[in-house]
């Protein structure tokens, strides 16, 4: 199986801050990986597909980058309603596997 | 506007087995793929398995030992997971998802289920 690993595991941060989140594959993915919002209570959020592709309706602020093993997911400058926790997953074998999740809060 | 209909939270005893539905709408069901995907109390997401809509074709993760099964009735837009012998490590919100098909399929959920408790107590 393929281990996903983000770092770091929670941050705090303000309105405003530039915010970014990593994830390694344990092995090369070339450039299946998709970032997940995910708020309390609620089902995740599709935010990027193929590590750079913003999915619709999700704001600029976001953005992905990477190949390979290592990639960030990028909020520009965060707002009130991105505190939240996000996940990295891969998509390129079986079986589909998401990294521990970072928490982001104030 | 595309939209994942699970049902209704569950308690079950050990031993048990559970079947949750995800009812699709909004869109051509046989063209997309449906995945489950698991989250325990504080735990990271689990995959569990999906199911091609349209030719049946399933896939499972083999943390489950045999215990899921994945079917759809196309003509209900429906697909169900079915998990066995239930301890208490089952307790879980219990997600469907969306996902593409096909040769140019490059895999990500774009829509998701609202999510089912399964509580699992004697």
Not at chain 1, 10 to 37: E, F, H, K, M, P
Not at chain 1, 71 to 82: K, V
Not at chain 2, 88 to 93: G, K, L, P, R, Y
Request: hydrophobic residues 30%.
């Amino acid at each position: 199986d393929i281990q996903m690993t983000q770092s770091p595991s929670s941050l705090s941060a303000s309105v405003g801050d530039r915010v970014i989140i990593t994830c390694r594959a344990s092995q090369t993915i070339t450039n299946c990986l998709n970032w997940y919002q995910q708020r309390p209570g609620k089902a995740p959020r599709l935010l990027i597909y193929t590590t750079s592709t913003l999915q619709d309706g999700v704001p600029s602020r976001f953005s992905g980058s990477g190949s390979g093993t290592d990639f960030t997911l990028t909020i520009s400058s965060l707002q009130p309603e991105d505190f939240a926790t996000y996940y990295c997953q891969q998509g390129c074998s079986v079986p589909r596997t998401f990294g521990q999740g970072t928490k982001v809060d104030i | 506007q595309v939209q994942l209909l699970q049902s209704g939270a569950e308690v079950k005893k050990p031993g048990a087995s559970v079947k949750i539905s995800c009812t699709a709408s909004g869109y051509t069901f046989s063209n997309f793929a449906i995945h489950w995907v698991r989250q325990a109390p504080g735990q990271r997401l689990e995959w569990m398995g999906w199911i091609n809509a349209g030719t049946g074709s399933t896939r499972y993760s083999q943390n489950f030992q045999g215990r899921v099964t994945i079917v759809r009735d196309t003509s209900a837009n429906t697909a169900y997971i079915e998990l066995s012998g239930l301890t208490s490590e089952d307790t879980a919100v219990y997600f469907c998802a969306r996902d593409c098909t096909g040769d140019k399929c490059r895999s990500h959920y774009d829509y998701w289920g609202q999510g089912t408790l399964i509580t699992v107590s004697s």
